[in-house]
């Protein structure tokens, strides 16, 4: 008999993944991990009963968390990741040749079952020599760090156990210390169809710290709830609004190819729907 195993993240909502063989579940020191097959979506990741990755549609957050800030940026070169343990992420950062990337995970375990049971997320970029992994609490390494970075991407579970801590005010004003003049600040910030309240919340957050501060949006398919919103804070306001013909010629520089991510899509997802414009105060 087949096991069908639930995502809880919403108390009246459920979504369900028919489960093949289960390759790796063990509660860690931080969270409850399990990977396991599916027939569509590949290898799907849960930490604490909450979808985080499947093989499947991974491309479409990795690359939209990654490439709209930078290409936004259009001279990053030193990129902090917070979170992002399976590498997708750090995998999409280093495409830009000239980036070099420090990245921050609570937890080693996740690193290591992401490189043996996830290893196209990553697809070798732990091994890339511009890659700097710290295993540490990243609420304590922006309160600490002496170093400076041109774009910081959150790529965080939800505001629940040990990611709670990455959505305070505290954290938001401490990675804007971390950044340079122009740095650019992008976090997951849930689906706001059944989350509304994290965009409200992380507005009221994180705008005393930045001088522009708003949203874009993603849709990722077992993200459920359609659109998810990714923040996004700087003191460049002009960061945000860089025209097609600008992003265009930076994505045709950087000279690599994508699955998701187009210079279109990049300006076109900060025109956000009406049910998330009201959530924004």
Known sequence: MSRWISESLYEDYRQGFKAGDVLFEEKTEHQDLIIFENDFFGRVMMLDGVTQTTDRDEFVYHEMISHVPILAHGAAKNVLIIGGGDGGVLREVLRHQ???????????????????????????????????????????????????????????????????????????????????????????????????????????????HFADMNFYVVAVPTYVGGFMTLAWASNDPAARKQPIEVIEERFKAAGFDTNYYTPGVHVGAFSLPRYIEKLIK
């Open 98 to 208: 000239d980036v070099q990337c420090t990245m921050v995970e609570i937890d080693a375990s996740v690193v290591e079952m992401s490189k043996k049971y996830f290893p196209d997320h990553s697809a070798g970029a732990f091994d890339d020599s511009r890659c700097h992994l710290v295993i540490a609490d990243g609420l304590k390494f922006v309160k600490e760090t002496e170093d400076r970075f041109d774009v910081i991407i959150v790529d965080s579970t939800d505001p629940i156990g040990p990611g709670e801590v990455l959505f305070t005010s505290e954290f938001y004003k401490d990675c804007q210390r971390c950044l340079t003049e122009k740095g650019i600040l992008v976090t997951q910030n849930g689906v706001p169809f059944f989350q509304g309240d994290e965009v409200t919340t992380t507005q009221e957050r994180m705008s005393p």
